[in-house]
């Protein structure tokens, strides 16, 4: 019972990175209006950069599709970790109305690290 929660965690959680990863690639999401403020401006800037939205969603890709197919999980894990914490702070800092879908990601991610932490140990030595 216990390995298929995680299964189905673990493919939930790869399967937003992958979807909202290749959204930032061909824009099929329709993308909510931001308030003017903070978390507008951040990610105004983020934009600006030029690179960073299609940095970022290669990571998203990358670490979704290793999630789904249960490939090298723990190393998808650790190259998803400043994702996770971005989409945590932002809410948290600049977008509370947010909130509930940085807490979820959030939650699911910390399950499937504490059901890998075996694994992941070592790589933090």
Known sequence: MKKNVFMVLRILLGLVFLIFGANKFYSFLPMPEMIDGPGKD????????GYMFYLIGAVEVIGGLRLVLNKCVP?????LAPI??????????????GMMMGAVVTLIYAALVYDNWVSIKPCLK
């Open 42 to 49: 951040f990610m105004m800037a983020l934009g600006a950069t």
């Open 84 to 97: 996770v914490v971005n989409i945590f702070l932002f809410h948290i800092c600049l977008d509370p109305a």
């Open 75 to 79: 190393a998808a894990l650790l190259l």
